[in-house]
Structures are given as structure tokens and as C-alpha cells.
């Protein structure tokens, strides 16, 4: 191999042309059940993922809970380990998560075994029996995990900012005490089935080394004969931020304090959405951000910190998260606040936005290269009423804006006295560092 | 009648081979189907090189790359590449770092400069360490110290298991020693094990294979050859008795335990080593398997249970001596004893009587789903690629996995079941001191 030898600096080599984003083969139909399904072709790898949205605002927190943990626990005709194992024979696997806002059962098998994953799905969705023994055995599972949850620094933390940003409403508390679990029977959880896992306005989409049309053709054969007229229920719309005193969690003993900053953000079809979305990276929505650099690479109070418009049905919310070491926790949110008030009060310059620019258009198409990436994008869309096509609307809108638009959004949205801050952490060792800086009202780590 | 098994399916990623003057070996992996790209640069050095006194070094290390290089100034090549849409990282293992990115494919020449700089030299400052070291210890404290189960068992079994430095110390590095680091450290760790003869590139994606080895040419064709140091020999015996250790996590609510085995030379026996591959997930893999469906689902004491190869989890990426892990939480109150007697119970049971019908096919087919699932990003191709040319020059072998692990025989999960026996284990407890 030979080589040419420069001399002197070398210089950055430019980035070749921009590809525009190009949207993969898809196909959508609406079964006679209501179920819509979207299937999307990706064939890099033969295998195909499944992701099955279902609404489920309003469902009792600790039935839920319990109802997806057992789920996939046994149908009137397989058990747990049966089920399992016929779906491992595809190369198969189902889970089931939830949150406020849905019920998702998520999969990935080889491409041969889609017809038989679907089958075993709607075994699951129309025959699902929660037997006493697995529902017991799970209950005792679920409650260890939350203890373990209640444990960590970071569930801790976003428990105290999700009750202080919600108040009353369901976003409010997300994971459900021990005692309530521990009350959930056999019975309400074949009622809440009943009533909630219906096919009306789920969404299932799958995407991988297939056919789409063959693929809805697959979905409808599989789940046509899923029925079941429960009700939905909807969301209210989450209640705007409250400004208030910093709310310090004490956690005594912990040697570093988790910092969580919630300000108010828009939903992905918002105009202001774009511009947000940009004002947010200069801020600290990545490494190569004003926040980051300054309390990570220049004065190393921290390691991950990140700040992220988090999207929900009935309302969106950004938040920064950093986990700080106690003795810097005062800095550490006047760095903060810093960098939140510089960028609400003067534009950002013009190459950090063309920066922050080329990352989110540049992470769209990572982000549509695999096929989780693209199954998890499609599903999370739809859960919200949207379709693919908005990624390029959305690029579009990404491109366009201008230092006008993302520092009126900054303005707007990141205005440190608009904030919502939560501190996990010793108070006795950072409440005076943070009560200089701004009010501070404490409360124990169990409320 | 015997069940029917899943054909296991195949890939088939180019691999394309060669190796500049300078001594360092290329990877191109070309795939058109999406605009993106993998860059990948592999180092053959890891947390089990790092000298005495100097624990953590390796990953301290790595944060100093990202610190500049001679043509980039601090800061400089976070932005380049996220400017250029992309995502950058960078990971310490016990036998390798690797540094990488995934970036739209028009950034391809960016990339390969960015890398060719900081492999010619990073900008080793005493601020730029002093700002590292601070960034490593909250890095700990998030990841150990500040959370229950923190370094359990990754860090907390291998001091039980192995008697050496290299194999047994605490990879993240005591806090006494991050800060005893110099610069002159740093400096002589580049120059040893940073050297172009010690490293792997690996480009894969959105690329031609003909420019991307003209650009590969022209910023890596001057980077100065050095060789490749001399790899110590860090084997130890296996154990002849069992071992266990406890200590108690102040911030855990629950036991746990995790118990290790050491298996046949990854590299070297590859053959004999696959059968443990496939072991683990007979055990753990969902509520089919052995485990689970002893310990969680019939006699409920353990809430999870999971099995694995290598304490970082790393089947394919580490070279010997290295473990067969199997780890559980349990309950309040759970017995740790018990757990440990059903496991050996169920090893013997799977040694004796073998497996069920069906049993082996399906648990090859869901591991066929994890390993080609893990390929799908053109990154992680780039990443596997180049750490199989570095241990066993032989990136190709990404495709045959899942094929090699499917061809895996019943006798052979017997035999491999048949020397997890207790006196070649070494365990370790965490006893809840959590105040709940």
C-alpha cells in the first residue's frame, strides 16, 4: 500500500454529498377488527421484529403492572413454558412492557417463523389465562423488582420528578407500590383483559426481511379472529409545568446526587417541534453540546449527562438528567441554569446550530438502518397517530430552520425560570450548596 | 418422531482482507442497503495488561483518545463526528479497547482522518488527565458505587476465581490508583500498545470497496509501523476446589449470587469451547429453559436467573482463561446454599439424561435470532469483525456462527454440562445490607 505524505497540519476532510433520506417498502391495513397493521421491509438480516401497541391509559396501575408480567403465563391451552418453547422454536420471543400509555408486546424471530409467531401471539391475546400458580409465582417476582428499583438512584429520582411535574394526574406514579401488587388477584387481571386487550386502535407493526403485503396477509390470517368490544379510554392532557422550589430528595449516604431539570416541550407535530428539537442539542442533547462540554469535558462533575424531549400521548417533556458527585451538586446546577439562561437569552451561533443540524438529520437515518431501529420508530409513531412519511416531514422542517426560529424556541421552552428541578442525593451535605443558588424544600426518600 | 428443527439461516457479509505497510490490518465489510456506515479501530490491549498499581488504567486510557490528537484540539472530534450526523463511542474489555463510529456514509474520509490522527498520537496534557480521571470516578460511583448490585459479579468474581493481577484485579481501577496516573503513564502506554501493528480497522456499510481502501491508504499509509508487543501469558490452572466468597452491598434489598466455571480456550479450542456457548442458553435462555424452570417458575428460589460466557458477557470477543457465568437474584431470605445444590442437581440431570426432544434445536434457533439480530447494525459488524481478525484472523467466521453453534451436538452440551461440577466453581454472594 503506498501513501502520500502530507506535510504541516492536515485538514479536516470535507463530508461528501448529503443522501436524502429515503423511506423503506411499506404496506398498512386496517383489519375488521380494527387492528391496523403496518408492515415495513428491511431485509438486511432474515429475520422479522414485531412490536403490537395497545392503549391502555387509565388501566389500574397495579393490574397492569401484573398483567404484563403475566401475560405470556399461559393460555387455556399452553403453558408458560410451553408457549416458550414453541416460540424459541422459531427462533422466537414475545415480552410485554407497559406504561401509562400502552400495552406493548414486543418480538423478534427468524423470517421463516412469522406465521407461527402470530399464531402464538393471537394464542396469547385471545386465550391468555392468568393461572393462579403463575400469577403467584410473578406477583413475588414483580414485587422484588420493584424493591430493586426502589433501590437505584435513577428509578428514585424519576419517581419524585414524574409526582412533581404530574401532580394528579396518571402520569403521576408509573410503578405501583409492593402492597398493591400484592392485592392483585387472578380474576382482575381476566377482567382487565377483557376489558382493555382488544384490537381497536392497537397497532401492530412488522418490519424485517419481508413481503409487506405477505406480511399484512400473515397478520390478518393470524389475528383476524381477535375480537373483543372493551372500551378505551383517554388520556388527559398532561397539566403544564409548575415552577417551584427545587424539591431536594434525601438519600443519605449517596455519593453523588442525581440532578433532574423538566421543562416544558411540544409534541412531534408542533411547528415549534423542529426548532425545539435543535435548541435542546446546542443545550445538551448531545455530546458535542454546550452542557456537556462544560460540566463533563471542562470541570468533570459528571459522566453521562443528557437532556431528551420525551414524548408522551398526552403530553411532552424535556428533561436533563445528570448524575453529579455530592460535593460539586451546588456547581453543578448553577452550571446548569448557566447554560439553560445563556441559550433563552441570546442566539445560538450559527455553526453550533448547523452542527446540531447535521446530527439530527444525521441520526434519522441511523436510527431507520436496523430493523429494531425502524420497528420501534414505526410503533412509536403510530402509538401516536402518526406514519413514516412524518420523517421526512420532519427532516424538512429540521433543514429549515433558522437561528431566529431555534433561539425563539430556546427562549420559550428552556427558560430556567420555567423549570421543574428535583435533586436526589445527602441533603445534609448539598442543601446549602443548592439552597444559595435558588429555594430548596426537602423531603425523605419515602414520602 | 424426533421434532422438526428451524433451518438455520446464513449470512453472507463480505470480508474483505489486507494489511498496510505500516502493519495495520484492515476489514471492509461493504453493504449498500441503507446510506451509513461502521468505522471500527480495535486496539489488542484490555484491562488484563495493565501494569500493578495502575488498576483502571486501560479505560482511563481510552477516555484519553477522545482527548485530541495531533491534528485536533480537545473536543474536536466529538463534534466532527456528530456534526457529520454520527455517533461515537468507545469500550475497554479484558482483552481489547475499541474506539468507533457510526456515521452517514458521505462521512466515511472524516472518519478514517479522525481515527488515522488520534492512532499517530493523542494530546496527552495534565489537564486533559486530570479532567478524565474526573470523569472516570463519576463514571464509577454511577455505575458501582452510588447503586445496589454495582460491579456485580463482572467485578466483584473474578478477584474469587483467579489468583493473578492481570485476571483478578478490578478492571475499573481503585480511585487511589486513577489518581496516582501521570502523563508519562499515558505516554508509555500509547507507545506500547498503541502501536499500528497492534490494531485492527474495520469499515463496513454504505462504502466501495475500492475508495474506501484508496482513502484507507491515504490517512493511515503514514502512520508510523510499529509492532505489535509481545502478549504475556495470563493462563492459571483451573480449580481443583470450590471457592466462594460474600460481602455485603449496603444499597442491595436482596441476595444474589453468581457462580463461575472456567471453559476450554475460546481461540485456541474453539470446537470445545461452542458446547458452553450453547450450555448457557439451555439453562437461561426464557421459561423453557432448565433454569428458569426450576428455580423461578417450580421452586420460586430465584426471581431471575441468567448464564453466560465471559464476565463481560462477551462470548466471541475474549481469549483465555475465561468463564462460564450463571447468576441469580433472590428473594428476601433466599438461600443461597439451596440455589447453588438445585443448580448442581440440574447440571447432573442435563449431564445424565440429556436433553429433551426438541430441546437443543430450539434453544439453536433462538440463538441463530440473537446473533444474526446482534449484525443487523452495520456497526456491531465492524465491531465483530475487526476483534475476530485481531484474535483469530478471521473476520469471516461472523457468518458461520450461527451455523457453528446449530451444529453443536446433544453429546456435546452433556459433556460440557458434565465439568460444571462444584469443585471447579467459584462463587460470589451479595448479602443485602440495604435498609428496606
Known amino acids: 500500500m503506498t501513501a502520500t505524505v502530507p506535510t504541516g497540519p492536515r485538514a479536516l476532510p470535507p463530508l461528501g454529498p448529503h443522501r436524502k433520506l429515503k423511506l423503506p417498502r411499506q404496506a398498512e391495513r386496517t383489519l375488521g377488527n380494527g387492528l391496523t397493521v403496518i408492515a415495513v421491509r428491511r431485509s438486511a438480516v432474515p429475520l422479522v421484529e414485531l412490536r403490537l401497541w395497545m392503549p391502555f391509559g387509565r388501566a389500574h396501575l397495579a393490574r397492569g403492572a401484573m398483567l404484563a408480567q403475566t401475560l405470556l403465563s399461559g393460555t387455556e391451552t399452553m403453558s408458560s413454558v410451553q408457549l416458550a418453547a414453541e416460540l424459541q422454536k422459531v427462533g422466537g420471543g414475545l415480552s410485554a412492557g407497559i406504561d401509562p400509555d400502552r400495552l406493548m408486546l414486543s418480538g423478534a424471530s427468524l423470517v421463516t417463523g412469522l406465521d407461527r409467531m402470530l399464531e402464538l401471539l393471537a394464542e396469547v391475546l385471545t386465550g391468555a389465562s392468568y393461572p393462579t400458580g403463575e400469577v403467584t409465582t410473578e406477583r413475588d417476582r414483580l414485587v422484588d423488582r420493584i424493591q430493586v428499583a426502589q433501590s437505584q438512584p435513577a428509578h428514585l429520582a424519576r419517581t419524585a420528578l414524574l409526582k412533581r411535574i404530574y401532580g394528579r394526574h396518571p402520569y403521576a406514579v408509573q410503578t405501583p407500590e409492593p402492597e398493591q401488587v400484592r392485592a392483585v388477584r387472578p380474576g382482575a387481571l381476566r377482567s382487565l383483559h377483557a376489558q382493555r386487550v382488544h384490537p381497536a386502535d392497537a397497532v401492530l407493526v412488522l418490519v424485517g426481511d419481508v413481503q409487506p403485503e405477505r406480511a399484512l396477509d400473515a397478520a390478518e390470517k393470524a389475528l383476524s379472529g381477535w375480537n373483543g368490544a372493551g372500551h378505551t379510554a383517554d388520556l388527559p392532557p398532561a397539566p403544564p409545568l409548575e415552577p417551584g422550589p427545587l424539591l431536594l430528595v434525601d438519600r443519605p449516604g449517596s455519593v453523588q446526587s442525581s440532578l433532574r431539570v423538566a421543562l416544558p416541550a411540544v409534541p412531534r407535530t408542533h411547528p415549534d417541534h423542529a426548532a425545539l428539537q435543535l435548541a435542546n442539542l446546542v443545550f445538551g442533547g448531545y455530546f458535542s453540546s454546550r452542557w456537556v462540554e462544560n460540566i463533563r469535558e471542562d470541570k468533570g462533575y459528571t459522566y453521562g449527562p443528557h437532556s431528551l424531549v420525551e414524548h408522551s400521548v398526552a403530553g411532552s417533556v424535556l428533561v436533563a438528567a445528570a448524575e453529579v458527585a455530592t460535593e460539586v451538586t451546588g456547581p453543578a446546577l448553577l452550571e446548569t441554569t448557566y447554560e439553560l439562561g445563556r441559550l433563552a437569552a441570546l442566539p445560538p451561533k450559527p455553526d453550533e446550530l448547523e452542527q446540531a443540524r447535521r446530527y439530527a438529520l444525521g441520526t434519522l437515518q441511523l436510527g431507520m438502518a436496523t430493523q429494531a431501529g425502524l420497528a420501534s420508530l414505526t410503533s412509536a409513531y403510530a402509538g401516536n397517530g402518526l406514519r413514516l412519511e412524518f420523517l421526512a416531514e420532519h427532516a424538512a422542517r429540521l433543514a429549515k430552520a433558522t437561528v431566529d426560529d431555534v433561539a425563539e424556541a430556546a427562549a420559550r421552552y428552556l427558560a430556567p425560570a420555567r423549570a421543574v428541578t428535583v435533586v436526589l442525593g445527602d441533603a445534609e451535605r448539598v442543601a446549602p450548596a443548592l439552597a444559595a443558588l435558588t429555594p430548596v424544600e426537602v423531603q425523605p426518600v419515602k414520602a | ?289 432448565r ?146
Do not use: C
Open chain 2, 1 to 289: 418422531m424426533p421434532t422438526r428443527r428451524a433451518r438455520i439461516p446464513v449470512t453472507k457479509y463480505p470480508a474483505e482482507r489486507f494489511t498496510l505497510d505500516n502493519g495495520l490490518r484492515v476489514v471492509l465489510t461493504p453493504d449498500r442497503s441503507a446510506p451509513v456506515i461502521g468505522v471500527a479501530v480495535v486496539y489488542d490491549v484490555g484491562i488484563r495488561s495493565e501494569p500493578e498499581g495502575r488498576t483502571g488504567f486501560a479505560h482511563l486510557f481510552e477516555h484519553l483518545m477522545f482527548q485530541g490528537s495531533e491534528n485536533l484540539e480537545k473536543l474536536a472530534h466529538f463534534r466532527h463526528v456528530q456534526g457529520a450526523g454520527g455517533t461515537f463511542n468507545g469500550s475497554t474489555h479484558l482483552d481489547y479497547t475499541d474506539y468507533f463510529e457510526t456515521l452517514p456514509s458521505n462521512a466515511l474520509e472524516r472518519a478514517l482522518f479522525l481515527e488515522a490522527d488520534r492512532m499517530r498520537g493523542p494530546r496527552l496534557t495534565e489537564e486533559n488527565l486530570r479532567n478524565q480521571v474526573d470523569v472516570v470516578k463519576e463514571e464509577i460511583r454511577v455505575n458501582v458505587l452510588n447503586r445496589p448490585y454495582g460491579g456485580f459479579p463482572w467485578l466483584t468474581l473474578p478477584p474469587v476465581m483467579f489468583d493473578t493481577f492481570p485476571n483478578a484485579h478490578d478492571g475499573y481501577g481503585s480511585f487511589v490508583d486513577l489518581e496516582s496516573a501521570t502523563v508519562a503513564d499515558a505516554a508509555d502506554f500509547f507507545r506500547r500498545y498503541y502501536a499500528s501493528g497492534n490494531a485492527v480497522l474495520a469499515v463496513s456499510g454504505d462504502i466501495d470497496v475500492a475508495e474506501a481502501t484508496e482513502l484507507i491508504g491515504r490517512h493511515f499509509g503514514d502512520v508510523p509501523a510499529r509492532p505489535a508487543p509481545e502478549r504475556p501469558d495470563f493462563t492459571e490452572p483451573d480449580l481443583t476446589v470450590e471457592r466462594r466468597t460474600a460481602y455485603t452491598d449496603k444499597l442491595a434489598p436482596l441476595p444474589a449470587v453468581a457462580s463461575a466455571w472456567r471453559v476450554p480456550d475460546p481461540v485456541v479450542d474453539f470446537a470445545g469451547y461452542l458446547p458452553f456457548v450453547v450450555l448457557a442458553e439451555v439453562l437461561t435462555d426464557g421459561d423453557a429453559s
Open chain 2, 291 to 436: 433454569l428458569v424452570e426450576r428455580l423461578v417458575l417450580r421452586d420460586r428460589t430465584v426471581t431471575s436467573v441468567g448464564g453466560y460466557l465471559g464476565f463481560m458477557g462477551d462470548p466471541f470477543d475474549v481469549r483465555d482463561p475465561t468463564a462460564l457465568l450463571l447468576q441469580a437474584h433472590l428473594p428476601p431470605g433466599g438461600d443461597v446454599d439451596k440455589v447453588l445444590r438445585t443448580v448442581d442437581e440440574e447440571l447432573d440431570r442435563l449431564a445424565t439424561d440429556g436433553l429433551t426432544d426438541g430441546e437443543l434445536g430450539r434453544t439453536q434457533a433462538r440463538m441463530a435470532t440473537h446473533l444474526l439480530r446482534d449484525t443487523d447494525p452495520v456497526l456491531t459488524r465492524a465491531l465483530r469483525m475487526a476483534v475476530l481478525e485481531q484474535q483469530r484472523g478471521e473476520p469471516g467466521l461472523l457468518n458461520e456462527l450461527p451455523r457453528l453453534v446449530g451444529e453443536v451436538t446433544e453429546e456435546q452440551v452433556r459433556a460440557a454440562a458434565a465439568t460444571l461440577r462444584a469443585e471447579r466453581r467459584a462463587s460470589v454472594e451479595v448479602i443485602p445490607g440495604g435498609a428496606r
